[in-house]
């Protein structure tokens, strides 16, 4: 968001009741809870996933590798979506 689209959603919050914006600041928690439990969840997942890489005892892909595997998706998801046309 740029300062005018913050300014102008500040306008509108102030010319809220103040129940209304005890509404908005309930969303607006919620909002950033929902955020927070997102983050955590990838940072679990993640964590597992490196676990799971680290108990095959392979060794590091290089960049190369790591280019070619996400060239393959792309060119697989391109695939799919072509399908789908």
Same mark, same amino acid.
Request: proline residues 6%; negative net charge.
């Given at each position: 968001?740029? @300062?005018?689209?913050?300014?102008? &959603?500040? #306008?509108? %919050?102030?010319? &809220?009741?103040?129940?209304? /914006?005890? #509404? *908005? !600041? $309930?969303? *607006?928690?919620? +909002?950033? @809870?929902? /955020? #927070?439990? !997102? ?6 997942? +993640?964590? !597992?996933?490196?676990?799971? %890489? $680290?108990? %095959? ?6 960049? #190369? $590798?790591?280019?070619? !595997?996400? $060239? @393959? ?13």
């Amino acid at each position: 968001m740029n @300062a005018r689209t913050d300014q102008v &959603l500040i #306008e509108k %919050l102030n010319s &809220l009741p103040p129940q209304q /914006r005890a #509404e *908005v !600041e $309930d969303f *607006v928690d919620f +909002l950033k @809870a929902r /955020r #927070e439990r !997102e983050r955590d969840e990838a940072a679990r997942r +993640l964590g !597992e996933a490196f676990a799971k %890489l $680290d108990a %095959l005892n392979e060794p590091p892909m290089s960049p #190369e $590798d790591v280019q070619a !595997e996400i $060239d @393959a998706v792309r060119a697989a998801r391109r695939g799919r979506d072509a399908d789908r046309r």
